[in-house]
């Protein structure tokens, strides 16, 4: 059987931009663009003050001082807008872990930069809880998307470079089910667990399964 050939840092990027482009038309006028931004800030103020489960297509028109029909044609219906604002918040974290400063970007150890990726991932995500579990209500679905993807390959290079792991995807795999989003509400809001105490066992968890640098 031939070997799987393991995946390239070029193709993280190919992942990431096509999260990036995901439900917008390859060229779109300044004034649309512009419209849209609008849009998605208004969503996140929103958001912001009222909870993802709150948001509507009539309160971003409002809020946005346009008519309701414009709000569909951008983003379809209220699916459409929550998987842009979460595309929107996703393409910031992407940028600060394949491009920011170390050690979450590039230019720290892979130990390092596993740590800190679990710890950035963790408080991203827990700033945009509500956000996530809104756009992505479907758990098994959550593998399909594209940011679960990146973050997996991303994961995976780490683990690569740093050697020692027998399977790296499956241990990228495993890793990566400690930061899934359902998991972590459900320690924080049904559990009482604080952020800290995650972000504790995010680095021990690295500790025991990647070897100790030099």
């Known amino acids: 059987m031939a070997a799987v050939?393991?995946?390239?840092?070029?193709?993280?990027?190919?992942?990431?931009?096509?999260?990036?482009?995901?439900g917008q038309a390859p060229a779109q006028r300044a004034d649309a663009v512009r419209n849209r931004a609008r849009l998605l800030e208004a969503a996140e103020r929103l958001v912001a003050e009222h909870g993802a489960g709150a948001l509507t297509m009539d309160a971003?028109?409002?809020?946005?001082?346009?008519?309701?029909?414009?709000?569909?044609?951008?983003?379809?219906?209220?699916?459409g807008l929550l998987q842009a604002l979460l595309d929107r918040a996703e393409r910031q974290f992407q940028q600060a872990f394949m491009s920011g400063a170390p050690p979450l970007g590039p230019?720290?150890?892979?130990?390092?930069?596993?740590?800190?990726?679990?710890?950035a991932a963790l408080r991203h995500d827990t700033a945009h809880l509500e956000l996530y579990l809104a756009a992505q209500p479907d758990p098994a679905r959550r593998f399909l998307?594209?940011?679960?993807?990146?973050?997996?390959?991303?994961?995976?290079?780490?683990?690569?470079?740093?050697?020692?792991?027998?399977?790296?995807?499956?241990?990228?795999?495993?890793?990566?089910?400690?930061?899934?989003?359902?998991?972590?509400?459900?320690?924080?809001?049904?559990?009482?667990?604080?952020?800290?105490?995650?972000?504790?066992?995010?680095?021990?968890?690295?500790?025991?399964?990647?070897?100790?640098?030099?």
């Open 5 to 22: 050939r393991p995946p390239r840092a070029p193709d993280v990027v190919r992942e990431r931009l096509s999260l990036a482009q995901a």
């Open 60 to 79: 971003v028109a409002t809020a946005a001082c346009v008519g309701k029909g414009t709000v569909f044609r951008r983003f379809g219906d209220r699916t």
């Open 107 to 119: 230019g720290a150890p892979p130990r390092r930069r596993l740590v800190a990726f679990g710890s």
């Open 145 to 214: 998307n594209p940011a679960y993807r990146v973050r997996l390959s991303h994961v995976t290079m780490l683990l690569r470079e740093a050697g020692g792991a027998p399977d790296p995807e499956l241990l990228g795999q495993t890793l990566m089910a400690n930061l899934d989003v359902a998991l972590v509400n459900h320690l924080l809001t049904q559990r009482g667990m604080a952020l800290e105490r995650l972000g504790r066992h995010w680095r021990d968890l690295v500790a025991r399964v990647v070897p100790s640098e030099p």
